[in-house]
């Protein structure tokens, strides 16, 4: 049997509460399937733990992750902690580290699943976002000059390689043309005269190699418009690693909220391991009290199941998800409901034991 080694970190906040969900649904998978199981490995790596220590997590955490096959994210954010360190200094680096280049954010509204928008169908919200994820506005490059000085400047650079571009447009290219969808690029070309339109130019340069697609180019600020005026407009999206963030909230706004949005962090070719986890943050207004929805680290977990190999298995998963909604008897507050975080999970785990 086949064993797949998860490094758990769980977080803070409402960040082990969800994981601990997502756990109990990827071994019940495992032993639904029998031809597979998962090892968990827990890391305590947290606002706490920089508390005690003064390091999100230790000098060796890179190598301590190398060897998993993935990596279950909760969330990282404390009231207590600048949120530069614990996001730069834990998933930032991660995702650099390992290369996780792509961040792939489903903006799905399944059946059931609450939306602010009007008039909208919710086979019309069906879209993946595919954003840059190792560079970028968040490469972490920049000055600060003349600090508390009256003339003093800060410079954030926004770092963008050929390299770095080319993989992550052709990445969103193949998604396209396996999938037969039309893709957009979101860019800014018009105000941002360096990295934009060298973005746009290599958008340009790989779509000849992609006769097929059908593609369509847009401002990120017509996009955020269009997101909620016209949200059929997209299928497949490329946007860049600040962008992309922002636009996958809003994503996350008219598909569900919060506690529906999941995201993959993927370095495709598996020579590191890739990150899955809700995107949503450690939520300290619910932390602790059974509220924290765990359906988005559900479906980050049947993104991993996508990627480890099993996307039958991920299907399923969003396919509980779904029933969830629509019966609407086992739900968080969030969505509803009155169920606790953990009763969510269960009804997970039930539903997938009846489609033994
Ligand atoms: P947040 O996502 O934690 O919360 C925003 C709102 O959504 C809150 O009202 C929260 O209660 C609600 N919400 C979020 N997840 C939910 C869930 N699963 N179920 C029900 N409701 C949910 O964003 P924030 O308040 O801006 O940030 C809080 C902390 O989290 C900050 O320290 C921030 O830096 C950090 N953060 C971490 C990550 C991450 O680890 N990937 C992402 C975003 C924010
Ligand atoms: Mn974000």
Redesign the pocket.
């Given at each position: 049997m086949h064993t797949y080694n998860i490094a758990v970190i769980a977080?803070d906040?409402?960040?082990p509460e969800?994981l601990a969900e997502g756990v109990k649904v990827l071994k019940e998978v495992a032993a639904l399937d029998g031809t597979f199981q998962f090892s968990f490995t827990h890391f305590p790596w947290s606002s706490a733990y920089y508390l005690k220590t003064g390091k999100m997590m230790p000098d060796d955490g890179i190598d301590q992750l190398r060897p998993f096959d993935a990596i279950f994210?909760g969330?990282?954010?404390?009231p207590d902690v600048p949120?530069s360190v614990?996001?730069r200094d834990l998933?930032i680096r991660i995702r650099h580290d390992f290369d996780q280049y792509i961040n792939l954010r489903p903006v799905k509204l399944l059946k059931g699943a609450p939306c602010p928008l009007a008039d909208v169908k919710r086979e019309d919200i069906d879209m993946t976002f595919v954003r840059e994820n190792s560079e970028g506005e968040y490469a972490g490059s920049g000055a600060w000059l003349y600090k508390d000085q009256p003339n003093e400047v800060v410079i954030q650079n926004g770092v963008f390689s050929r390299k770095g571009c080319e993989r992550v447009i052709r990445y969103a290219y193949e998604l396209a043309r396996k999938e037969h969808k039309t893709l957009t690029n979101i860019s800014k070309g018009n105000a941002l005269n360096y990295s934009m339109v060298f973005w746009d130019q290599i958008f340009a340069e790989v779509g000849k190699e992609y006769p097929d697609v059908k593609t369509y180019s847009l401002l990120v600020d017509a996009a955020s418009m269009f997101m909620v005026k016209n949200p059929k407009r997209f299928q497949i999206i490329v946007t860049s690693n600040l962008f992309g963030d922002i636009l996958t909230d809003l994503g996350a706004a008219i598909a569900g909220?919060?506690?529906l949005a999941a995201g993959a962090n993927l370095n495709p070719e598996k020579k590191f391991p890739s990150m899955f986890?809700?995107?949503?943050?450690?939520?300290?207004?619910?932390a602790g009290q059974g509220?924290?929805?765990?359906l988005?680290t559900v479906w980050s977990a049947s993104q991993m199941l996508d990627f480890l190999g099993y996307p039958q298995w991920g299907k399923k998963l969003i396919a509980i998800i779904e029933d969830l909604l629509v019966e609407k008897k086992v739900l968080?507050p969030?969505l509803g409901g009155t169920a606790t975080t953990s009763q969510v999970g269960d009804e997970v785990v039930r539903k997938l034991e009846e489609t033994k």
């Open positions: 977080g906040g409402i960040g969800v994210l969330a990282v954010g404390s949120n614990t996001s998933l909220g919060m506690g986890e809700p995107i949503h943050g450690s939520a300290p207004d619910i509220k924290a929805n765990p988005a968080t969030d």
